[in-house]
């Protein structure tokens, strides 16, 4: 979430630009442990979300995250 942070502020934008979030998790059964984290940072935001269960290509990873963000104007 760090470097989500980090490249939104990079285009000028922030978390609560987010419009659309796409999870990738190996395991679809872990997505239930990474709700208190997803909740704290998009809890307010509530952008539209995909969940997909999907072997990542480094086994060390447990999540893949994809945001796109729409900033707002004024």
């Known amino acids: 979430m760090k470097n989500i942070e980090h490249?939104?502020?990079?285009?000028?934008?922030?978390l609560a630009d987010v419009v659309r979030v796409t999870y990738v998790l190996p395991r679809g059964e872990?997505?239930?442990?990474c709700?208190?984290?997803?909740?704290?940072?998009?809890g307010a935001v509530r952008p539209a979300a995909m969940m997909?269960?999907?072997?990542l290509l480094d086994p060390r990873?447990?999540?893949?995250i994809e945001v796109t963000a729409m900033k707002q104007s004024g």
């Open 7 to 14: 490249a939104l502020a990079q285009a000028g934008a922030s």
């Open 61 to 64: 990873m447990k999540i893949e």
């Open 35 to 42: 709700w208190p984290v997803l909740r704290k940072y998009f």
């Open 52 to 55: 997909i269960s999907a072997r």
């Open 30 to 33: 872990d997505f239930e442990a």
